[in-house]
């Protein structure tokens, strides 16, 4: 009532003391500056008092309450439905079997990279001949982009499966022979030969062991001019190595055919 009463009509107090007045249940009478204070103190709002004296007045602070309330309600059950979300995951991989290993992942991806014909333990069948975007594992293996003789050996690609001396049991049957019809649409409109986009760019790509030996001779030159007290350490040697390898991507597009129509 007291706070009401000083905002609604405007009141000025001042204390006859230091503004340091004890106020308690007992002693709230004696300074009304030091009371007022008090009230701003412990969070009493200014607003929260119409100075129509009309009722509700603090209504339009119930709405904010209540918000922060939700918002903190919202954040513990999001909090509490991804911790059943990490349980649930943690028992599924748990349950995962033991029988697909790494290394049988990576003896299929070697045996392709040969054009052997892969493991197929890990896929049925049944649901090998029901996909239809399904290929023979020699035809899946492409030469590798060194090698421009033997990509050109190729031409287009004639059909979806390539007879090899491995016998697939998979692509045995009659319609897995017959190929898409798309795929003869495409030999008609692909050229024969390597586009002179694609020999451009192989031409300008760096070799590699080139670029390694090159950075690795520039870090030993620079280490055998130094003393033996102004030694690189490793993190010196890391950013000369740093420096050399953008060195060797900035002269890689210098010589790009797209670089020369920059402006």
């Not at 979806?160 to 003869?184: C, F, H, N, Q, V």
């Not at 060195?247 to 797209?258: G, L, M, N, T, Y």
Request: proline share 7%; aromatic share 8%; hydrophobic share 30%.
């Amino acid at each position: 009532g007291f706070f009401k009463r000083t905002v609604q009509n405007n009141k000025r107090y001042t204390c006859i003391e230091n503004q340091t007045c004890q106020i308690d249940k007992t002693q709230r009478k004696r300074c009304p500056y030091c009371r007022f204070q008090k009230c701003l103190s412990v969070g009493m709002k200014l607003e929260a008092v119409r100075a129509d004296r009309m009722r509700g007045g603090r209504n339009k602070f119930g709405p904010m309450y209540k918000r922060d309330r939700a918002l903190k309600q919202q954040k513990k059950a999001l909090i509490r439905a991804n911790g059943l979300k990490l349980e649930a995951m943690s028992q599924v991989i748990q349950a995962i079997p033991t029988d697909l290993t790494i290394s049988s992942a990576i003896q299929n991806i070697h045996s392709a990279s040969k054009g052997l014909p892969l493991n197929h333990t890990a896929l049925p069948p049944t649901d090998y001949d029901r996909s239809p975007f399904v290929t023979s594992p020699i035809s899946m293996a492409m030469p590798p982009h060194g090698s421009l003789q033997s990509y050109q050996a190729y031409g287009h690609f004639p059909s979806r499966a390539i007879k090899s001396e491995y016998p697939d049991p998979y692509t045995s049957s009659p319609e897995s022979l017959m190929g898409y019809s798309y795929m003869d649409s495409y030999q008609s409109s692909s050229p024969s030969h390597v586009p002179h986009l694609i020999m451009e760019l192989l031409k300008c790509e760096p070799d590699e062991p080139q670029v390694q030996s090159k950075i690795m001779s520039y870090l030993q030159q620079e280490q055998a001019n130094r003393s033996k007290h102004d030694k690189l350490n490793t993190f010196g040697l890391m950013c000369k190595m740093a420096d050399q390898t953008l060195f060797s991507i900035v002269e890689w597009a210098r010589s790009s055919i797209f670089f020369r129509e920059l402006k």
